[in-house]
């Protein structure tokens, strides 16, 4: 199933949701504070699931150091997440960025 939304153009506070299913299309104008609403509880029900903290952390990582052009604020290399550890002081650096995203 794939799930798509966009503005509503002739009511920009309304929210077109539509599903697709094989054949099978649905649609449905919701305003868009009801939309809100729904990806908030869909927000919490996946932070739930630990993969999904964790991949959301791995994108924004990633996006991150691509964005900084792989240097940290000092000027050094920035690791890729599979090669983020536990520092010399403690500091679980995964643990960190799957806090931040929700988990």
């Known amino acids: 199933m794939t799930l798509t939304a966009a503005r509503d153009d002739r009511e920009p506070q309304n929210i077109k949701v539509r599903t697709t299913y094989g ?3 649905n649609e449905v104008i919701e305003h868009e504070g009801h939309v809100a609403s729904f990806w908030s ?4 029900l996946l932070a739930e699931n630990g993969r999904h903290a964790e991949a959301q952390a791995r994108a924004g990582y990633e ?5 900084a052009d792989g240097l940290s604020v000092h000027g050094e290399e920035l690791p ?3 090669d983020l550890s536990v520092t010399k002081e403690g ?3 995964q643990a960190h960025w799957i806090a931040a995203f929700g988990g």
Do not use: K, M, N
């Not at 996006?63 to 964005?67: E, F, G, K």
């Open 80 to 82: 890729s997440w599979d």
């Open 23 to 25: 054949p099978i299309t």
């Open 41 to 44: 509880q869909l927000g919490r």
């Open 63 to 67: 996006r991150y150091r691509a964005h």
């Open 91 to 93: 500091t679980d650096v």
